[in-house]
């Protein structure tokens, strides 16, 4: 009897593990989430959002003719796509023209105050100390969404997108790292929002990537890049630019003093810095990197490889694929979805129910062989 309860019990203790793994609907591909590793994790922050986390996970999409990454499969059924490569360098915003006298939240015009676009009424710092008018868009908002978008997004990579709310709230740079937390920045990214084209990732996005437990907090002391490690958007890969923007204001409750690690004062934007961490003045000249969202109805093919990306397409074959890629035209399911996906359905993940089905089947096993090994020896006695 013991040794059935043994082997039982040892079979439950690898099922158990992946009971919680359930199969999602990526771009009509299923894809079963995981507990560890690379690949696709159930967002524990935000319900109904699915994100892609470590330090190569199958998320590469062919999108616009280029390598993109895909962060997450939004609530709403959106895919929120990060460019592979870095755009040139360029200042967060240029300082010429804007951030005047009306704009009081920024202390020093000159160098901007890394707020991503005009908000209405007060812009305020999660804590307070820092508040004021932001009347005028960024540099870098106003040429990703002119220049960028109309001249560098072709015509089929257009009508995949769709015009999506991004949160531009400033992040704080804390002190002591014990107050700080993903909850507490998602909560600073979400007190304001802006709703176009093309923007930047967030700060939590970058924080969510990686597997690392330690990588919880933006208030980080010493190389970023120890603690955030194990994550894609830290991986600089064949880029030589070093630093790239982030779509949240920065905010140093301590002072107005530059501080080291993701952020500086009040002044600036947060910028990621692929490697140990640092200063990003948003009047220096660090590098975009495009967000846009993707419908939630584009079909994919593909096996989200480098080597073999997602592509979107309504017909996919392994020998049309590269051609799609350019031709394919999805008109046929944009004309009803211009602001609106489809019902979001969640894909019952078989694997889990087998999981569940087997562990209750060895529950019942072990209370069966109990009940007979007692039977049996009642009789011999």
Same mark, same amino acid.
């Not at 043994?6 to 359930?22: E, Y």
């Not at 500086?264 to 660090?286: D, E, L, Q, R």
């Not at 609106?340 to 072990?366: D, F, K, M, N, R």
């Given at each position: 009897?013991?040794?059935?309860?043994?082997?039982?019990?040892?079979?439950?203790?690898?099922?158990?593990?992946?009971? @919680?793994?359930?199969?999602?609907?990526?771009?009509?591909?299923?894809?079963?989430?995981?507990?560890?590793?690379?690949?696709?994790?159930?967002?524990?922050?935000?319900?109904?959002?699915?994100?892609?986390?470590?330090? @190569?996970?199958?998320?590469?999409?062919?999108?616009?003719? /280029?390598?993109?990454?895909?962060?997450?499969?939004?609530? #709403?059924?959106?895919?929120?796509?990060?460019?592979?490569?870095?755009?040139?360098?360029?200042?967060? #915003?240029?300082?010429?023209?804007?951030?005047?006298?009306?704009?009081?939240?920024?202390?020093?015009?000159?160098?901007?105050? *890394?707020?991503?676009?005009?908000?209405? *009424?007060?812009?305020?710092?999660?804590?307070?100390?820092?508040?004021?008018?932001?009347?005028?868009?960024?540099?870098? &908002?106003?040429?990703?969404?002119?220049?960028?978008?109309?001249?560098?997004?072709?015509?089929?990579? &257009? &009508?995949?997108?769709?015009?999506?709310?991004?949160?531009?709230?400033?992040?704080?740079?804390?002190?002591?790292? +014990?107050?700080?937390?993903?909850?507490?920045?998602?909560?600073?990214?979400?007190?304001?929002?802006?709703?176009?084209?093309?923007?930047?990732?967030?700060?939590?996005?970058?924080?969510?990537?990686?597997?690392?437990?330690?990588?919880?907090?933006?208030?980080? +002391?010493? $190389?970023?890049?120890?603690?955030?490690? @194990?994550?894609?958007?830290?991986?600089?890969?064949? @880029?030589?630019?070093?630093?790239?923007?982030?779509?949240?204001?920065?905010?140093? =409750?301590? +002072?107005?003093?530059?501080?080291?690690?993701? *952020?500086?004062?009040?002044?600036?934007?947060?910028?990621?810095?692929?490697?140990?961490?640092?200063?990003?003045?948003?009047?220096?000249?660090?590098?975009?990197?495009?967000?846009?969202?993707?419908?939630?109805?584009?079909?994919?093919?593909?096996?989200?490889?480098?080597?073999?990306?997602?592509?979107?397409?309504?017909?996919?074959?392994?020998? $049309?694929?590269?051609?799609?890629?350019? +031709?394919?035209?999805?008109?046929?399911?944009?004309?009803?979805?211009? $602001?609106?996906?489809? /019902?979001?359905?969640?894909?019952?993940?078989?694997?889990?129910?087998?999981? =569940?089905?087997?562990?209750?089947? *060895?529950? =019942?096993?072990?209370?069966?062989?109990?009940?007979?090994?007692?039977?049996?020896?009642? &009789? /011999?006695?």
């Amino acid at each position: 009897m013991k040794k059935i309860i043994i082997i039982t019990l040892f079979i439950l203790g690898i099922i158990l593990p992946n009971i @919680n793994v359930k199969a999602v609907s990526i771009g009509g591909i299923n894809v079963d989430t995981i507990n560890s590793g690379d690949g696709l994790y159930i967002d524990s922050y935000e319900s109904g959002r699915y994100i892609y986390r470590g330090q @190569n996970p199958n998320n590469y999409i062919k999108f616009n003719g /280029e390598l993109w990454r895909i962060i997450a499969k939004e609530a #709403d059924g959106t895919y929120k796509i990060i460019r592979n490569d870095l755009l040139d360098k360029m200042p967060f #915003d240029n300082g010429s023209h804007r951030h005047t006298q009306n704009n009081t939240y920024c202390t020093e015009p000159s160098r901007g105050c *890394g707020v991503y676009a005009a908000v209405d *009424g007060i812009f305020k710092s999660q804590s307070n100390l820092q508040s004021g008018t932001v009347t005028e868009d960024s540099s870098i &908002k106003e040429y990703l969404n002119d220049d960028y978008y109309v001249n560098n997004i072709n015509e089929i990579a &257009k &009508k995949q997108i769709l015009s999506h709310s991004f949160n531009i709230g400033a992040v704080e740079y804390l002190d002591d790292a +014990s107050q700080d937390s993903i909850e507490r920045n998602q909560q600073g990214e979400g007190m304001y929002t802006w709703t176009g084209n093309v923007g930047l990732a967030n700060v939590t996005d970058i924080l969510k990537a990686s597997i690392n437990p330690l990588c919880t907090s933006a208030t980080t +002391s010493g $190389n970023v890049y120890d603690s955030c490690n @194990n994550n894609y958007l830290l991986d600089r890969g064949s @880029n030589d630019t070093l630093y790239y923007w982030t779509i949240n204001a920065s905010y140093n =409750i301590s +002072s107005y003093s530059s501080s080291v690690v993701w *952020g500086a004062s009040a002044i600036n934007n947060w910028g990621v810095y692929i490697g140990p961490a640092g200063v990003a003045y948003s009047n220096t000249y660090n590098s975009p990197r495009p967000v846009v969202f993707l419908k939630s109805d584009v079909k994919f093919c593909g096996s989200g490889t480098e080597s073999d990306p997602y592509i979107v397409s309504d017909k996919c074959s392994n020998e $049309n694929q590269e051609e799609q890629t350019d +031709s394919t035209n999805i008109d046929g399911n944009t004309e009803n979805n211009n $602001n609106q996906g489809p /019902e979001v359905v969640e894909v019952p993940s078989t694997s889990a129910y087998g999981s =569940i089905i087997i562990a209750v089947l *060895g529950i =019942i096993c072990v209370i069966v062989s109990v009940f007979v090994m007692r039977r049996v020896t009642k &009789k /011999e006695n």
